[in-house]
């Protein structure tokens, strides 16, 4: 149990255009559901907390007009990326949180801006 | 501020040796602290939880620390095979749901 799926995998889109991710929990409810953003060789970075129904939580320095979240249900969140930069190039991970301490992780998506 | 960092930030080994992979944190109240592997390109797969109460948790050949009044946790790994090439990420809960990640250690283990 407690399966984390992205979609897609991979991603290249040229300057300027928006691309979105999923993020789904496919055996269990997320009650919060996490995005973060890896650069290469680095650790991964806390981007927003999205919570079902509610606006997503950005941390610091995290333009909420760049990323979108959308958390239309307890099984999906959404994140897109607009007007993409080639900077905005990474690997995003997501989470799922379904209650105690413990988060479940997708396998990623790497996007690539040209 | 919490802040999580892991030594070394690479180690590449002979198969057939035991490691011992470092991660200290700067704030000691933490609920718990997990060990994550992540391979090249992909997501993380936890390897193990040591809950604050616990002093250590073990899964196979992989065996977890925690101090918590030191504000270290240590990941050991046994009789190491080339297949355990990975990152290792630490991270500790800032709340009972953000977790702080570690800068993590590259482990290459060759045969």
């Known amino acids: 149990g407690a399966v984390v799926s992205q979609h897609p995998s991979r991603v290249i889109c040229k300057s300027g255009t928006s691309v979105k991710i999923e993020c789904r929990s496919l055996?269990?409810?997320?009650?919060?559901m996490f995005w973060y953003r890896q650069f290469p060789k680095q650790s991964l970075m806390l981007m927003a907390t999205?919570?079902?129904?509610?606006?997503?939580?950005?941390e610091q320095g995290v333009e909420k007009d760049k990323f979108l979240i959308n958390h239309a249900s307890l099984t999906l969140s959404t994140l897109t990326v607009t007007s993409a930069h080639p900077e905005d190039s990474s690997f995003y991970i997501c989470?799922?949180?379904?209650?105690?301490?413990?988060?479940?992780f997708g396998p990623g998506t790497r996007l690539t801006v040209t | 501020k919490q802040e999580v960092t892991q030594i070394p930030a690479a180690l590449s080994v002979p198969e057939g040796e035991n490691l011992v992979l470092n991660c200290s944190f700067t704030?000691?109240?933490?609920?718990?602290l997990q060990w994550f592997r992540q391979d090249p390109g992909k997501g993380l797969t936890s390897l193990l939880l040591?809950?604050?109460?616990?002093r250590e948790q073990t899964s196979g050949r992989l065996n977890a620390s925690l101090d918590k009044s030191s504000g270290r946790s240590t990941l050991y790994i046994a009789a190491s095979q080339p297949g355990d090439s990975a990152t290792y990420l630490c991270?500790?809960?800032?709340?009972?749901?953000?977790?702080?990640f570690g800068t993590g250690t590259r482990l290459q283990v060759f045969p």
């Open positions: 704030d000691s109240a933490i609920y718990n």
């Open positions: 989470s799922a949180h379904r209650g105690g301490y413990e988060q479940y």
């Open positions: 055996d269990f409810q997320a009650t919060t």
């Open positions: 999205s919570n079902e129904g509610s606006k997503a939580t950005y």
């Open positions: 040591i809950q604050s109460s616990q």
């Open positions: 991270a500790v809960p800032l709340s009972p749901d953000k977790l702080i």
